[in-house]
T-cell receptor, first 112, second 113 residues
């Protein structure tokens, strides 16, 4: 069974540029999560989807971050414009309702 | 609010020796507890979970964890560590009523040959 797929794995951009990350969850997993992981820290939830609906986006900085999950499968997380402090690893995870989360390999973003 | 504390930033053990990674938690109500492992440039990999039942939980790669409600702890253990167990380990908690998972800061395990 394929795991959570994320792309790109690495992204380097200049500040003020836009950037987008893509996630394909495990087949059948209706719940999808985006996390931010700073160096030396545990992941922090940005947004959680149940199918197409964003049911928890309280931690998403909505002035520059946006996300979508059209058709309830793949998801895209966007930052526009990126700031230096956005440099981090962005993790996508998926799960069955109430079950453990399975994580993708992450996208390492470097903002110059 | 829920939280996880991993009091040790680093744990160093010799191969073949027992390994323990400590975790304490705070949550309203009954907890769901998890351990994940992260290898360099990889995502988090699920090791084991405690939901209910037996306090000793067995997981992947010979790891186990013991839930202690009175001490609000969920320490990860392995009887005989391998060099390949060297990685970053995260403990996480959520309440049974909330999907939000809170992670500790992680513990770096180094197993020397």
């Amino acid at each position: 069974e394929a795991g959570v797929v994320q792309s790109p794995r690495y992204k380097i951009i200049e500040k003020k540029q836009p950037v987008a990350f893509w996630c394909n969850p495990i087949s059948g997993h209706n719940t999808l999560y985006w996390y931010l992981q700073n160096l030396g820290q545990g992941p922090e939830l940005l947004i959680r989807y149940e199918n197409e609906e964003a049911v928890d986006d309280s931690q998403l900085p909505k002035d520059r971050f946006s996300a979508e999950r059209l058709k309830g499968v793949d998801s895209t997380l966007k930052i526009q414009p990126a700031e230096l402090g956005d440099s981090a690893v962005y993790l996508c995870a998926s799960s069955l309702p109430g079950s453990e989360q399975f994580f993708g390999p992450g996208t390492r973003l470097t903002v110059l | 609010a829920q939280s996880v504390a991993q009091p040790e930033d680093q744990v160093n053990v010799a191969e073949g020796n027992p390994l323990t990674v400590k975790c304490t938690y705070s949550v309203s109500g009954n907890p769901y507890l998890f351990w994940y492992v992260q290898y360099p440039n990889r995502g988090l990999q699920f090791l084991l979970k405690y939901i209910t039942g037996d306090n000793l939980v067995k997981g992947s790669y010979g790891f186990e964890a013991e839930f202690n409600k009175s001490q609000t702890s969920f320490h990860l253990k392995k009887p005989s560590a391998l060099v390949s167990d060297s990685a970053l380990y995260f403990c996480a908690v959520r309440s049974i009523n909330d999907y939000k998972l809170s992670f500790g800061a992680g513990t770096t395990v180094t197993v020397r040959a």
